[in-house]
């Protein structure tokens, strides 16, 4: 009987630990949408070339994939969250630079 109660117990701590990873990110998934969203902004306005909304999903999906990869043994490391951040915000600029450039989308 023991054991059962232990087992529970340990299987109950076990799903709670495997959704603080989700929980632990919420700023970088946040940053996430608005920069999805300034993309998406930028191609319907004009502002973006094919070519270069293509260059910046391509980030974006690098990205997604490494926040996947964090979150896959269940906890995300501050190196992790701070290499994150660090993309994020290169991706950042290369939003801003590609929408500014001049070159609009014919």
């Known amino acids: 009987m023991k054991a059962k109660h232990i087992f529970l117990f340990l299987f109950g701590f076990g ?4 959704g603080t990873a989700q929980v632990c990110t919420p700023a970088i998934g946040q940053t996430q949408v ?4 300034r993309i998406h ?3 319907h306005q004009g ?3 094919r ?3 293509r ?5 974006q999906r690098h990205i997604r994939k490494m926040k996947q990869q964090a979150r896959l043994d269940g906890k995300v490391t501050p190196r992790e969250k701070t290499q994150i951040r660090h993309a994020q915000k ?3 600029r290369k939003i801003a630079r590609k929408k500014h450039n001049y070159r609009n989308r014919y």
């Open 41 to 43: 902004q930028g191609i």
């Open 51 to 53: 070519h270069e909304a």
């Open 90 to 92: 290169q991706a950042n």
């Open 34 to 37: 608005r920069q999805h969203q």
């Open 15 to 18: 799903l709670t630990t495997a």
């Open 55 to 59: 260059q910046l999903k391509g980030q």
């Open 47 to 49: 502002d973006l070339t």
